[in-house]
């Protein structure tokens, strides 16, 4: 369901075995993980950063965003991101702040960084108006997020078929 690679990293999630495997650089056809996480609720998607890897579920309804440091795979210290389980299909980390979609909420939450997240801040952020309309304020059941260095790209699922640029008024 998910993949992600930071430039040292390469991890891959299976929803249907339950884990994230890890690799140093990107695999081989025979090369074996170097980190095996089992994430019991089914990981979905990823993203990393130099420092981090986010797990999105997959199903998202009984599942919230898990994150780890990559200096502490070998024991396996995944965290819970608090709160904000309002079906979170996706979860970015940028150099502007790590957002969750919230696909039951219709909107995006964001923070400053993941640390603020997990010391259950409240969110810096919060983009889509919390209604499932079509207006330009507003998100239809948020699905996916990226960022592309200069806009923050929210992906709705089905009914609505629209993508939706943000772009900061100021950036850090």
């Given at each position: 369901?998910?993949?992600?690679?930071?430039?040292?990293?390469?991890a891959?999630?299976?929803?249907?075995?339950?884990?994230?495997?890890?690799?140093?650089?990107?695999?081989?056809?025979?090369?074996?993980?170097?980190?095996?996480?089992?994430?019991?609720?089914?990981?979905?998607?990823?993203?990393?950063?130099?420092?981090?890897?986010?797990?999105?579920?997959?199903?998202?309804?009984?599942?919230?965003?898990?994150?780890?440091?990559?200096?502490?795979?070998?024991?396996?210290?995944?965290?819970?991101?608090?709160?904000?389980?309002?079906?979170?299909?996706?979860?970015?980390?940028?150099?502007?702040?790590?957002?969750?979609?919230?696909?039951?909420?219709?909107?995006?939450?964001?923070?400053?960084?993941?640390?603020?997240?997990?010391?259950?801040?409240?969110?810096?952020?919060?983009?889509?108006?919390?209604?499932a309309?079509?207006?330009?304020?507003?998100?239809?059941?948020?699905?996916?997020?990226?960022?592309?260095?200069?806009?923050?790209?929210i992906?709705?699922?089905?009914?609505?078929?629209?993508?939706?640029?943000?772009?900061?008024?100021?950036?850090?």
């Amino acid at each position: 369901k998910g993949v992600a690679y930071n430039g040292t990293y390469f991890a891959l999630s299976s929803e249907k075995d339950n884990k994230v495997w890890i690799w140093e650089g990107i695999p081989g056809k025979n090369d074996e993980p170097k980190y095996e996480l089992a994430v019991p609720e089914g990981p979905g998607r990823l993203d990393a950063n130099s420092e981090w890897l986010v797990i999105a579920g997959y199903p998202a309804d009984r599942f919230s965003v898990k994150v780890i440091r990559f200096d502490e795979l070998a024991n396996g210290d995944i965290k819970t991101i608090p709160g904000h389980d309002c079906f979170p299909q996706s979860a970015t980390i940028t150099e502007i702040g790590f957002f969750i979609t919230q696909q039951g909420c219709h909107q995006v939450v964001g923070w400053n960084s993941i640390e603020d997240a997990l010391a259950g801040k409240m969110p810096i952020n919060t983009l889509g108006s919390g209604e499932a309309t079509k207006a330009a304020n507003s998100i239809t059941m948020a699905n996916s997020v990226a960022w592309d260095g200069s806009h923050l790209w929210i992906g709705e699922f089905k009914f609505s078929t629209r993508i939706l640029g943000f772009k900061p008024t100021a950036l850090p």
